[in-house]
């Protein structure tokens, strides 16, 4: 099984948040990145657009199917990852780091406290494998 960065926070739909201060960097996990493959394109919001917690943020298109980007946190997108526009890869090599979606401007940081840690995140994964 992957290893989960116990830095974050993680939703069951399989996006990570790492908080940074008041903003929060979002990506999605390891899990996600196996379960879509070669990732061949990444839409994402323009700077400045709101988003609410469990809301669609995003797109994300692979080899094998296109999936909708959820939104661990509301808050503010104060940036957006461009690189990923010409290099959708990243998301595949790095989940974590270089292949992170956006950053946003936290409402209230509430919201992350609800989402699981890397522990129990592990533990929904197994949940899942059966």
């Known amino acids: 099984m992957a290893n989960h960065p116990a830095d974050r926070r993680y939703t069951k739909d399989h996006e990570w948040a ?3 201060g008041d903003l929060v960097r979002v990506g999605i996990t390891s899990f996600a990145v196996e379960q879509l493959g ?11 657009t709101k988003v609410k917690a469990g809301g669609h943020f995003g797109d994300i298109e692979s080899v094998k199917a296109v999936s909708e980007l959820f939104a661990p946190a509301s ?9 990923l526009e010409k290099n959708p890869e990243l998301v595949n090599e790095s989940p974590y780091d270089k292949g992170f979606m956006i950053v946003l401007k936290l409402e209230s940081s509430a919201e992350l406290d609800k989402l699981f840690d ?5 533990a929904f994964l197994g949940s899942l494998e059966h």
């Open 38 to 48: 070669d990732v061949t394109l990444v839409d994402l919001p323009s700077k400045g």
């Open 18 to 20: 790492r908080r940074e």
């Open 75 to 83: 808050g503010e997108v104060v940036e957006v990852n461009a690189t």
């Open 118 to 122: 890397a522990a129990a995140y592990a």
